[in-house]
């Protein structure tokens, strides 16, 4: 099918010959390369890779993990914060950086869009392409599950089970997580300052009021 059948994509480079009627593919692999190759992301690639083999694997590893550490422990302070995963400080190096909760009483698409509105923190939050696992997770019966299926067909999501993770890079600082924490803090004792609307149909929260003055960033 590779060899012999039509490009997904058609454009510069896929072709032979083109008439009014017919264009002639050329071989493969060209044929399925329409257009101009990323040029840009082939440099970024080589050039984070070679950022990556300066610093080495084995300090980024370290760095991680000593993140993950003070956030699990910076985390236990606050009341009301539900783990999922082991959060015992002698199992740090079995995991990754990433680190999966929920706030009691609270929703984890609100306390995402908390940390991103107030904070200017990057979270998920949500199912996180496991959608079983997820479930499982949070106990989420059989029964459950049919009605909300029934609800996200419906065009519903604003009862869709999940949870927020927060995910560490090479780049990430302890400044950064003492920063999440505080917001954290905060929307624990229901002291953020902005009013969140849900939006039924994508099961987000948007702030009330907040507009992006995108003068400041962009001009031309």
Not at 100 to 122: Q, R, T
Not at 192 to 220: C, H, M, P, R, W
Request: charged share 25%; proline share 3%.
């Amino acid at each position: 099918m590779f060899k012999e059948g039509d490009p997904d994509i058609v454009g510069g480079g896929t072709v032979d010959l083109v008439s009014e009627d017919h264009a002639y593919w050329t071989d493969a692999p060209e044929k399925e390369e329409a257009g101009t190759p990323n040029v840009a992301g082939a440099i970024a690639l080589a050039k984070a890779l070679q950022v990556i083999m300066e610093i080495g694997m084995e300090q980024i590893v370290e760095h991680e993990a000593a993140l993950t550490r003070y956030a699990l422990q910076r985390l236990k302070e606050i009341p009301g914060i539900i783990f999922y995963g082991s959060v015992r400080e002698e199992e740090v190096y079995k995991r990754l950086g990433v680190i999966s909760f929920n706030v009691k009483d609270m929703p984890h698409a609100l306390v995402g869009a908390i940390l991103n509105y107030e904070g200017g923190i990057g979270v998920r939050n949500g199912c996180f392409c496991a959608h079983p696992y997820v479930k499982c997770l949070l106990g989420v019966t059989v029964e459950e599950t049919k009605i909300l299926e029934e609800r996200i067909l419906m065009r519903d999501r604003s009862s869709i089970p999940g949870a927020v993770r927060m995910s560490f890079g090479m780049y990430n600082t302890k400044e950064e997580v003492d920063k999440t924490v505080d917001v954290l803090k905060l929307i624990t004792e229901r002291k953020y300052k902005g009013k969140y609307s849900l939006l039924t149909e994508t099961g987000e929260y948007v702030a009330d009021g907040f507009k992006v003055n995108y003068a400041d960033y962009y001009q031309i």
